[in-house]
T-cell receptor, first 116, second 115 residues
């Protein structure tokens, strides 16, 4: 079974440009999460989808970030316009339906975003 | 606010040495506790988890962790490390009311093993 995949693996853009990151969760996983790690710091939660609905977006840094999950499958995270402080590694994770037992979050390889 | 503290940023050990990585969290309610590991060039993966029951949990590759509720701690241990344990280790929690909620991570501990 394929794991969580993310595209691209690395993106280098200039300040002010737009970048869109994509995450494909494990097939059948209703929960999809985005996290970010700024260099040297902790991995921070950005938001959580349950199917196509945003369950928790408390970690989104500002309105330059837009996450979507149309159809409840893959998700995109758009940064527009990008700023220098947006540089970091963006991780996506997915887990199954929260049916009472623990649902492990499986992580993708991450997208390394560099804003120059 | 919930937070996780990892005591060491970088730990360097020789092979066969014993390992203990400290982790403390701040959250007053029931929590689920985790250690994740990221080997060089690989995905973040779950090493072990604590939900309830025996506070001493065993994970993959000979790792174990002990939950001490009174100390809000969840330290990771391994009696004898190997060169292949070189990786970054993350302690993490999520609130116990929902296993599908967000995970809060510590800043990570980089472990380097000298052959």
């Amino acid at each position: 079974e394929a794991g969580v995949t993310q595209f691209p693996s690395h993106s280098v853009i200039e300040k002010g440009q737009t970048v869109t990151l994509r995450c494909d969760p494990i097939s059948g996983h209703d929960n999809l999460y985005w996290y970010r790690r700024v260099m040297g710091k902790e991995i921070k939660f950005l938001l959580h989808f349950v199917k196509e609905s945003k369950q928790d977006e408390s970690g989104m840094p500002n309105n330059r970030f837009l996450a979507e999950r149309t159809g409840g499958t893959y998700s995109t995270l758009k940064v527009q316009p990008a700023e220098l402080e947006d540089s970091g590694v963006y991780f996506c994770a997915s887990s199954q339906d929260p049916g009472g037992t623990y649902n492990e979050q499986f992580f993708g390889p991450g997208t390394r975003l560099t804003v120059l | 606010a919930q937070s996780v503290s990892q005591h060491n940023h970088h730990v360097i050990l020789s092979e066969a040495a014993s390992l203990e990585l400290g982790c403390n969290y701040s959250y007053g309610g029931t929590v689920n506790l985790f250690w994740y590991v990221q080997y060089p060039g690989q995905h973040l993966q779950l090493l072990l988890k604590y939900f309830s029951g025996d506070p001493l949990v065993k994970g993959i590759k000979g790792f174990e962790a002990e939950f001490i509720k009174s100390k809000f701690s969840f330290n990771l241990r391994k009696p004898s490390v190997q060169w292949s344990d070189t990786a970054e280790y993350f302690c993490a929690v999520n609130p116990g009311y929902s296993s599908a909620s967000k995970i809060i991570f510590g800043s990570g501990t980089r472990l380097s093993i000298r052959p």
